[in-house]
């Protein structure tokens, strides 16, 4: 008799690999009353606590920790079961599970993902956005978005965007009372919009000048981790940010911003789609990269 549904089991791997009930049961679309009382069963069942729980965290047991090395594999092999059938369908089924930075969907949500459901509208379409990357096969994801270098090794790679261009912007009332650097080292003389990255550090603006590529660790009295919030604080004067040109476009049009150091920055590679290669490739992601590159072609 099995001891555990495969519900039970993909509950136990979402809080462990998300570290707690809430962000855990987003993922899975349920309530964390739900979840909590699922994996309490579960445990009840099997005598065994998988669980330390505190007020302010929630961490695998010695057990839980075996439990899910043991049952992670597992699952991995039975998603890539039902993926295999899903081979065989003609028309595209379930849900597309897409794991990604939140500015990278934002960059393609109007232009591929909208169109995809307009194109397959009895498939659902659900993104899950982590600063961090994750293992996404392990975590049940048909896929990742991220930039071409942060991609991990072994993965088919489908490219979604061109480089990506840098662009510090400020506000036309930040300039007339500041003036405008006209070289990175005058940035210690202004007031930048810092950037905490999901491993805790600052970002380091990064600059090229005749072949020699450098960064600069930039002052500033207000730090954020959302390029949305970044983008509202440069148009409310409150400094320079390091931003992507596609988000700051429609704002130099209308000059709320106005740019800088252009000469300077140097682009990065563009986004990538990417997803396991020894797997096969079910007809919901099938259809998906298939748009990438229709959309790709239209636009060259």
């Keep these: 008799m099995i001891r555990g549904s495969l519900s039970e089991l993909e509950a136990v791997v979402a809080v462990a690999a998300r570290g707690g009930f809430r962000a855990a049961a ?40 075996r439990f899910v090395a043991e049952i992670t594999p597992a699952l ?23 794991n990604s930075s939140i500015g990278a969907i934002r960059m393609i949500l109007a232009p591929l993902l909208v169109e995809y459901m307009r194109r397959f509208p009895t498939v659902g379409v659900e993104i899950v956005t982590d600063a961090a990357l994750i293992d996404i096969n392990a975590q049940g994801f048909d896929a990742g978005i991220r930039v071409r270098e942060a991609v991990p090794p072994d993965m088919v790679l489908v490219s979604i965007s061109d480089s990506i261009h840098p662009a510090i912007v400020g506000s036309p ?72 040109d596609w988000q700051v476009a429609d704002d130099l049009a209308s000059g709320r911003l106005k740019r800088v150091l252009k000469d300077w920055t140097v682009p990065y590679p563009g986004l990538c789609l990417y997803y396991p290669g020894r797997r096969h490739v079910p007809a919901k992601l099938r259809t998906f990269v298939e748009l990438i590159r229709a959309v790709r072609r239209e636009n060259a």
């Excluded at 679309?29 to 965290?57: D, H, K, P, Y």
């Excluded at 998603?79 to 295999?84: G, L």
């Design 26 to 65: 987003r993922d899975l679309g349920m309530s964390s009353s739900a979840l909590s009382q699922q994996i309490m069963t579960l445990e009840a069942r099997i005598g065994v606590r998988l669980f330390n729980r505190s007020t302010r965290s929630v961490v695998l047991s010695a057990a839980g920790e």
């Design 76 to 98: 991995a092999a039975i998603r890539n079961a039902i993926d295999q059938v899903d081979e065989h369908r003609l028309e595209p089924a379930g849900t597309l599970r897409i």
């Design 173 to 244: 009332e930040y300039f007339d009372k500041h003036g405008l650097p006209m070289a990175p080292a005058d940035l210690q003389s202004h007031q930048c919009i810092r950037a905490r990255m999901a491993n805790g550090g600052l970002y380091s603006w990064e600059f090229e000048r005749r072949g020699q590529q450098f960064s600069v660790a930039v002052p500033g009295m207000l730090t954020l981790d959302d390029s949305d919030l970044m983008l509202r604080a440069a148009r409310e004067g409150a400094g320079l940010a390091y931003l992507n």
